[in-house]
């Protein structure tokens, strides 16, 4: 989906974890325009821990 691939890197990258991401918390907004929220849960990790929650993410989503 456009989250895993653009937003959830750029999380990542700055070292953030939502700690809760569904559609609930995704708005799109003008079409292609993504923004999540609600960051209530969310949390600072090291990027690399991070990485491999967005790879198991990824399998996830591919399952369906």
Same mark, same amino acid.
């Not at 325009?33 to 990485?51: M, N, R, V």
């Given at each position: 989906?456009?989250?895993? $691939?653009? %937003?959830?890197?750029?999380? #990542? @990258? @700055?070292?953030?974890? #939502? /700690?809760?991401? #569904?559609?609930?918390?995704?708005?799109?907004?003008?079409? $292609? $325009?993504?923004?999540?929220? +609600? !960051?209530?849960?969310?949390? !600072?990790?090291? %990027? /690399? &821990?991070? &990485? @491999?929650?967005? +790879?198991?993410?990824?399998?996830?989503? %591919?399952?369906?």
């Amino acid at each position: 989906t456009g989250v895993q $691939t653009c %937003a959830l890197p750029i999380l #990542h @990258a @700055a070292g953030v974890r #939502h /700690g809760d991401l #569904h559609a609930s918390n995704i708005l799109c907004l003008g079409g $292609t $325009t993504l923004h999540i929220i +609600d !960051f209530g849960q969310s949390s !600072f990790a090291p %990027a /690399g &821990e991070l &990485e @491999a929650e967005l +790879d198991g993410l990824k399998r996830r989503l %591919a399952q369906g």
